[in-house]
């Protein structure tokens, strides 16, 4: 029995991985299985893409999904270029939907919780019976993890408080 099963064994572990090799994916690559177009094309636009492709970042990322960005300009009569046109404004946007540590939705508290984003301004997040709220948007797919990081799937784009669009 024991002959028999040790071949086995090592086979399952050799499959668990490759799984697991070809899951294991950046925050980038991850965003782009996803087609998030419009967030990446922000990333892409504040020069930050390098660094979403980086393994090692420990980011919780609030991304909004492409109807999710859309429908937070077209109300301001804006599309993602007039957005991508500016690297300034990308980089803050985009550093405003990233909070310097790994946070599954369950390491989140019910009730409000205040994170200081890699901008330096605060997201307020809201966890009840609902689900989870950054800023009173909706978090629509929690736990999305992506190497050492986690995205949440938010149905708008989170815009820092200095920003006017
Ligand atoms: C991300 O990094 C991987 C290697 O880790 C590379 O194959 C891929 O081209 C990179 N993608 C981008 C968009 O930089
Ligand atoms: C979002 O808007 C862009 C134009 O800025 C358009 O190309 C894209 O198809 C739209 N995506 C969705 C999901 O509405
Ligand atoms: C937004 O982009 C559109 C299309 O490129 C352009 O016509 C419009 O003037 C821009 N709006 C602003 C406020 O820059
Ligand atoms: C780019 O965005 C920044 C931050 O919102 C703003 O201060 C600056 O005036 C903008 N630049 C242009 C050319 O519109
Ligand atoms: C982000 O977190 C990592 C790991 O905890 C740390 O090494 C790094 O210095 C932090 N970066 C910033 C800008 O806080
Ligand atoms: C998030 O992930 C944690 C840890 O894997 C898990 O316990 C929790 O149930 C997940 N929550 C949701 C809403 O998927
Ligand atoms: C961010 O929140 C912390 C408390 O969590 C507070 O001390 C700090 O003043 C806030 N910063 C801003 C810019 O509101
Ligand atoms: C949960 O919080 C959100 C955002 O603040 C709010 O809109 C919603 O009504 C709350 N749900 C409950 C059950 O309190
Ligand atoms: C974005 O999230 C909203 C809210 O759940 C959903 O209705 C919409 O289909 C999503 N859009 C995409 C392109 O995934």
């Given at each position: 029995m024991?002959?028999?099963?040790?071949?086995?064994?090592?086979?399952?572990?050799?499959?668990?991985?490759?799984?697991?090799?070809?899951?294991?994916s950046?925050?980038?690559?991850?965003?782009?299985s996803l087609?998030?177009?419009?967030?990446?094309?922000?990333?892409?636009?504040?020069?930050?893409d390098?660094?979403?492709?980086?393994?090692?970042?420990?980011?919780?990322?609030?991304?909004?999904?492409?109807?999710g960005v859309?429908?937070?300009?077209?109300?301001?009569?804006?599309?993602?270029?007039?957005?991508?046109?500016?690297?300034?404004?990308?980089?803050?946007?985009?550093?405003?939907?990233?909070?310097?540590?790994?946070?599954?939705?369950?390491?989140?508290?019910?009730?409000?919780?205040?994170?200081?984003?890699?901008?330096?301004?605060?997201?307020?997040?809201?966890?009840?019976?609902?689900?989870?709220?950054?800023?009173?948007?909706?978090?629509?797919?929690?736990?999305?993890?992506?190497?050492?990081?986690?995205?949440?799937?938010?149905?708008?784009?989170?815009?820092?408080?200095?920003?006017?669009?």
């Open positions: 024991m002959r028999k099963s040790l071949p086995v064994f090592v086979f399952a572990i050799i499959l668990v991985n490759a799984v697991s090799n070809v899951q294991a950046t925050v980038y690559e991850t965003l782009e087609k998030y177009m419009e967030y990446l094309n922000i990333v892409k636009a504040a020069g930050l390098s660094k979403f492709n980086d393994s090692a970042v420990t980011w919780t990322v609030f991304a909004a999904n492409n109807t859309n429908a937070t300009l077209a109300p301001k009569h804006l599309v993602v270029s007039n957005i991508t046109s500016n690297s300034t404004e990308s980089k803050d946007i985009i550093e405003y939907t990233l909070y310097n540590h790994t946070l599954l939705s369950d390491d989140i508290k019910t009730g409000t919780t205040i994170l200081t984003a890699v901008n330096g301004m605060n997201l307020t997040v809201v966890k009840n019976t609902t689900g989870i709220f950054v800023n009173g948007i909706m978090v629509v797919t929690p736990n999305i993890t992506a190497d050492k990081s986690v995205i949440y799937e938010m149905d708008s784009l989170l815009i820092p408080p200095d920003i006017k669009l």
